[in-house]
């Protein structure tokens, strides 16, 4: 499968609990973005990446949220201390940027995330 | 930031019928605005897209069009059939933006 993956596809934690989710773009891919979607509505930007460097935070990044790109390749974000408003699904998006601008993002199958 | 409006939030069509689904934006700098449609349960699929440089847009039986002007701009289906059943969004952004900004979504349902 070329598109793209991420891991696990379920999730459900304890409250106060830490919880990683990983994103494996399409391998040629140079941008990848994190996105949160709660039911009924459509995807929120979170924060992304061009190959290993963050460049852009959402302001509904809190602190207890990290994301990481360590080699431009895969992606983690981590939500410490989670929330019962931390549940949703979390979406990962990869795309292929150059100085032509925006270019088409494609999104994997999500991690739905149940906090208890 | 960007804003995006969908309408409707639901659509019910009968099969072979069309379906419009209709966004609006706030920014004036967007020139991207993609469609996605997303099954219960799976991922957000881009279906088309238009950029500013062209008012219309057409894949089989889908289509696009956008107004500039009226910073509008809307997805046709002809011909719908029960698999086009699902979530619509609809998305703007710019260029040189790193993010979409989505509307929040209009569900349609093929009736058979």
């Known amino acids: 499968d070329t598109g793209v993956s991420q891991d696990p596809r379920h999730k459900i934690t304890k409250r106060g609990q830490n919880v990683t989710f990983r994103c494996d773009p399409i391998?040629?891919?140079?941008?990848l973005y994190w996105y949160r979607q709660t039911l009924g509505q459509g995807p929120e930007f979170l924060t992304y990446?061009?190959?290993?460097?963050?460049?852009?935070k959402s302001r509904l990044l809190s602190d207890r949220f990290s994301a990481e790109r360590p080699k431009g390749s895969f992606s983690t974000l981590e939500i410490q201390r989670t929330e019962q408003g931390d549940s949703a699904m979390y979406l990962c998006?990869?795309?292929?940027?150059?100085?032509?601008?925006?270019?088409?993002?494609?999104f994997g199958p999500g991690t739905r995330l149940t906090v208890t | 930031g960007e804003n995006v409006e969908q309408h409707p939030s639901t659509l019910s069509v009968q099969e072979g019928d069309s379906a419009v689904i209709k966004c609006t934006y706030s920014d004036s700098a967007s020139n991207y605005f993609p469609w996605y449609k997303q099954e219960l349960g799976k991922r957000p699929q881009l279906i088309i897209d238009?950029?500013?440089?062209?008012g219309e847009k057409k894949d089989q039986r889908i289509a696009v069009t956008l107004n500039k002007t009226a910073k509008h701009f809307s997805l046709h289906i002809t011909e719908t059939q029960p698999e086009d059943s699902a979530v619509y969004f609809c998305a703007a952004s710019w260029t040189g933006a790193n993010n979409l900004f989505f509307g929040t979504g209009t569900r349609l349902t093929v009736i058979p």
């Open positions: 998006a990869s795309s292929l940027a150059g100085a032509g601008g925006t270019y088409e993002q494609y």
């Open positions: 238009i950029r500013s440089n062209v």
């Open positions: 990446f061009q190959n290993e460097a963050q460049l852009e």
């Open positions: 391998s040629e891919h140079n941008r």
